[in-house]
T-cell receptor, first 114, second 117 residues
Protein backbone atom coordinates (compact mmCIF):
# COMPACT_ATOMS: atom_id res chain seq x y z
CA UNK A 1 0.00 0.00 0.00
CA UNK A 2 1.30 3.42 -0.95
CA UNK A 3 1.79 5.61 2.13
CA UNK A 4 1.76 9.02 0.43
CA UNK A 5 0.41 9.23 -3.09
CA UNK A 6 0.27 12.13 -5.51
CA UNK A 7 -1.50 12.58 -8.81
CA UNK A 8 -0.58 13.25 -11.48
CA UNK A 9 3.05 12.20 -11.67
CA UNK A 10 3.68 14.40 -14.70
CA UNK A 11 1.90 17.58 -15.67
CA UNK A 12 2.68 19.52 -18.84
CA UNK A 13 0.67 22.66 -19.46
CA UNK A 14 0.69 26.09 -21.06
CA UNK A 15 1.42 29.37 -19.34
CA UNK A 16 -1.68 30.96 -17.91
CA UNK A 17 -3.52 27.72 -17.26
CA UNK A 18 -4.85 26.56 -13.90
CA UNK A 19 -3.91 23.12 -12.60
CA UNK A 20 -4.26 21.02 -9.46
CA UNK A 21 -2.13 18.36 -7.82
CA UNK A 22 -3.71 15.92 -5.39
CA UNK A 23 -2.09 14.27 -2.40
CA UNK A 24 -3.34 11.57 -0.07
CA UNK A 25 -1.72 9.81 2.87
CA UNK A 26 -2.91 6.63 4.55
CA UNK A 27 -0.54 6.79 7.52
CA UNK A 28 -2.96 8.46 9.89
CA UNK A 29 -0.65 11.46 10.21
CA UNK A 30 -1.88 14.84 11.39
CA UNK A 31 0.48 17.03 9.36
CA UNK A 32 0.93 17.36 5.63
CA UNK A 33 3.29 19.48 3.54
CA UNK A 34 3.91 20.78 0.06
CA UNK A 35 7.47 21.29 -1.14
CA UNK A 36 8.90 22.68 -4.35
CA UNK A 37 12.16 21.25 -5.70
CA UNK A 38 13.83 23.40 -8.32
CA UNK A 39 16.14 22.37 -11.13
CA UNK A 40 19.14 22.56 -8.78
CA UNK A 41 17.46 20.09 -6.45
CA UNK A 42 16.87 22.70 -3.75
CA UNK A 43 13.91 21.56 -1.67
CA UNK A 44 11.86 24.34 -0.12
CA UNK A 45 8.73 24.08 1.91
CA UNK A 46 5.69 25.92 0.60
CA UNK A 47 2.84 25.01 2.94
CA UNK A 48 2.08 22.90 5.95
CA UNK A 49 -1.28 21.82 7.34
CA UNK A 50 -1.95 20.29 10.71
CA UNK A 51 -5.36 18.69 11.14
CA UNK A 52 -6.69 20.64 8.18
CA UNK A 53 -5.42 23.95 9.56
CA UNK A 54 -2.79 25.97 7.68
CA UNK A 55 0.25 26.45 9.88
CA UNK A 56 3.04 27.32 7.45
CA UNK A 57 2.80 29.54 4.40
CA UNK A 58 6.28 30.36 3.21
CA UNK A 59 5.68 33.55 1.21
CA UNK A 60 4.34 31.61 -1.69
CA UNK A 61 2.52 33.67 -4.39
CA UNK A 62 -1.20 33.67 -3.82
CA UNK A 63 -1.61 31.94 -7.19
CA UNK A 64 -0.87 28.83 -5.14
CA UNK A 65 -3.77 27.74 -2.97
CA UNK A 66 -3.61 24.61 -0.85
CA UNK A 67 -6.77 22.92 0.30
CA UNK A 68 -7.16 20.24 2.92
CA UNK A 69 -10.65 18.68 2.89
CA UNK A 70 -9.60 16.29 5.65
CA UNK A 71 -6.35 15.44 7.37
CA UNK A 72 -5.58 12.64 4.90
CA UNK A 73 -5.69 14.92 1.87
CA UNK A 74 -3.83 18.05 0.87
CA UNK A 75 -4.33 19.38 -2.63
CA UNK A 76 -2.47 22.16 -4.38
CA UNK A 77 -4.18 24.40 -6.90
CA UNK A 78 -2.11 26.74 -9.03
CA UNK A 79 -3.69 29.59 -10.98
CA UNK A 80 -2.22 31.43 -13.95
CA UNK A 81 0.80 29.17 -14.29
CA UNK A 82 4.12 30.83 -15.08
CA UNK A 83 7.32 29.44 -16.58
CA UNK A 84 9.03 29.72 -13.17
CA UNK A 85 6.52 27.33 -11.68
CA UNK A 86 8.17 24.47 -13.53
CA UNK A 87 9.59 22.20 -10.84
CA UNK A 88 8.95 18.97 -9.00
CA UNK A 89 6.33 19.32 -6.28
CA UNK A 90 6.44 16.93 -3.35
CA UNK A 91 3.75 16.20 -0.86
CA UNK A 92 4.81 14.81 2.52
CA UNK A 93 3.28 13.90 5.85
CA UNK A 94 4.44 13.47 9.43
CA UNK A 95 2.84 12.39 12.67
CA UNK A 96 2.58 15.97 13.94
CA UNK A 97 3.97 19.46 13.32
CA UNK A 98 6.56 19.43 16.07
CA UNK A 99 9.40 18.95 13.60
CA UNK A 100 10.61 15.90 15.52
CA UNK A 101 9.00 13.35 13.30
CA UNK A 102 10.17 11.75 10.11
CA UNK A 103 8.45 13.01 7.02
CA UNK A 104 7.19 10.56 4.44
CA UNK A 105 7.23 11.85 0.92
CA UNK A 106 5.06 11.19 -2.07
CA UNK A 107 6.64 10.29 -5.41
CA UNK A 108 6.57 13.88 -6.63
CA UNK A 109 4.78 15.65 -9.49
CA UNK A 110 6.94 17.03 -12.27
CA UNK A 111 5.27 20.19 -13.53
CA UNK A 112 6.41 21.64 -16.84
CA UNK A 113 5.00 24.98 -17.93
CA UNK A 114 5.47 25.76 -21.61
CA UNK B 1 20.90 32.75 7.29
CA UNK B 2 21.15 29.19 6.07
CA UNK B 3 20.14 26.74 8.70
CA UNK B 4 21.67 23.61 7.19
CA UNK B 5 24.93 23.58 5.26
CA UNK B 6 26.11 20.77 3.05
CA UNK B 7 29.47 21.86 1.68
CA UNK B 8 30.03 19.02 -0.79
CA UNK B 9 27.98 19.47 -3.95
CA UNK B 10 29.36 16.20 -5.30
CA UNK B 11 31.24 13.21 -3.96
CA UNK B 12 32.73 10.12 -5.57
CA UNK B 13 33.48 6.82 -3.89
CA UNK B 14 34.67 3.43 -5.00
CA UNK B 15 32.28 0.55 -4.52
CA UNK B 16 32.74 -1.21 -1.15
CA UNK B 17 34.51 1.76 0.39
CA UNK B 18 33.10 4.03 3.08
CA UNK B 19 32.13 7.64 2.43
CA UNK B 20 31.25 10.56 4.70
CA UNK B 21 28.78 13.24 3.67
CA UNK B 22 29.06 16.46 5.65
CA UNK B 23 26.27 18.41 7.31
CA UNK B 24 26.59 21.36 9.65
CA UNK B 25 23.69 23.22 11.17
CA UNK B 26 22.83 26.29 13.12
CA UNK B 27 20.31 26.36 15.92
CA UNK B 28 19.72 27.95 19.28
CA UNK B 29 17.23 25.28 20.33
CA UNK B 30 18.47 23.25 23.27
CA UNK B 31 16.91 20.14 21.79
CA UNK B 32 16.48 19.27 18.15
CA UNK B 33 16.52 16.47 15.65
CA UNK B 34 18.47 15.93 12.44
CA UNK B 35 17.35 13.84 9.51
CA UNK B 36 19.01 12.44 6.43
CA UNK B 37 17.09 11.65 3.26
CA UNK B 38 18.17 9.98 0.03
CA UNK B 39 16.87 10.92 -3.39
CA UNK B 40 17.85 8.47 -6.13
CA UNK B 41 17.60 9.37 -9.80
CA UNK B 42 14.05 8.00 -9.84
CA UNK B 43 13.11 11.06 -7.75
CA UNK B 44 11.49 9.78 -4.58
CA UNK B 45 12.65 11.03 -1.18
CA UNK B 46 13.58 8.24 1.19
CA UNK B 47 14.16 8.67 4.91
CA UNK B 48 17.47 7.15 6.02
CA UNK B 49 18.33 8.03 9.60
CA UNK B 50 17.50 10.31 12.50
CA UNK B 51 19.62 11.76 15.31
CA UNK B 52 18.16 13.46 18.36
CA UNK B 53 20.32 16.05 20.07
CA UNK B 54 20.02 14.32 23.43
CA UNK B 55 20.57 10.81 22.15
CA UNK B 56 23.44 9.25 24.04
CA UNK B 57 24.73 7.34 21.08
CA UNK B 58 25.23 8.12 17.44
CA UNK B 59 22.40 6.80 15.31
CA UNK B 60 22.93 3.74 13.13
CA UNK B 61 20.70 2.07 10.57
CA UNK B 62 22.32 -0.80 8.76
CA UNK B 63 25.13 0.61 6.62
CA UNK B 64 24.21 4.18 7.58
CA UNK B 65 25.53 5.87 10.68
CA UNK B 66 25.74 9.41 11.92
CA UNK B 67 28.93 11.01 13.17
CA UNK B 68 27.19 13.48 15.46
CA UNK B 69 29.38 16.15 17.04
CA UNK B 70 27.09 18.40 19.01
CA UNK B 71 29.70 20.97 20.03
CA UNK B 72 30.71 21.39 16.40
CA UNK B 73 27.08 21.36 15.26
CA UNK B 74 27.77 18.70 12.71
CA UNK B 75 25.89 15.54 11.82
CA UNK B 76 27.81 13.79 9.08
CA UNK B 77 26.35 10.74 7.36
CA UNK B 78 28.67 7.77 7.02
CA UNK B 79 27.83 5.11 4.46
CA UNK B 80 29.89 1.98 4.89
CA UNK B 81 30.60 -0.57 2.16
CA UNK B 82 29.18 1.62 -0.61
CA UNK B 83 27.02 -0.02 -3.24
CA UNK B 84 26.18 1.13 -6.75
CA UNK B 85 22.61 1.69 -5.58
CA UNK B 86 23.85 4.30 -3.12
CA UNK B 87 24.39 6.71 -6.02
CA UNK B 88 21.89 9.48 -5.26
CA UNK B 89 21.37 12.95 -3.80
CA UNK B 90 21.55 13.07 -0.02
CA UNK B 91 19.84 15.75 2.02
CA UNK B 92 20.36 16.75 5.62
CA UNK B 93 17.36 18.35 7.33
CA UNK B 94 16.16 19.76 10.62
CA UNK B 95 13.37 21.95 11.91
CA UNK B 96 13.67 25.70 12.12
CA UNK B 97 11.51 27.70 14.47
CA UNK B 98 9.16 30.05 12.73
CA UNK B 99 7.04 32.90 13.99
CA UNK B 100 4.01 31.87 15.99
CA UNK B 101 5.77 28.90 17.52
CA UNK B 102 5.50 26.64 14.51
CA UNK B 103 8.42 24.76 13.03
CA UNK B 104 9.58 24.77 9.45
CA UNK B 105 11.35 21.73 8.06
CA UNK B 106 14.56 22.99 6.46
CA UNK B 107 16.74 21.07 4.05
CA UNK B 108 20.33 21.50 3.02
CA UNK B 109 21.19 21.88 -0.65
CA UNK B 110 22.19 18.26 -0.90
CA UNK B 111 25.25 16.25 -1.90
CA UNK B 112 25.33 14.19 -5.04
CA UNK B 113 27.06 10.87 -4.41
CA UNK B 114 28.34 8.72 -7.25
CA UNK B 115 29.57 5.23 -6.51
CA UNK B 116 32.06 3.86 -9.03
CA UNK B 117 32.35 0.12 -9.72
Amino acid sequence: DTAVSQTPKYLVTQMGNDKSIKCEQNLGHDTMYWYKQDSKKFLKIMFSYNNKELIINETVPNRFSPKSPDKAHLNLHINSLELGDSAVYFCASSQDDSGWDTQYFGPGTRLTVL
Amino acid sequence: AQKITQTQPGMFVQEKEAVTLDCTYDTSDPSYGLFWYKQPSSGEMIFLIYQGSYDQQNATEGRYSLNFQKARKSANLVISASQLGDSAMYFCAMREEASGGSYIPTFGRGTSLIVHP
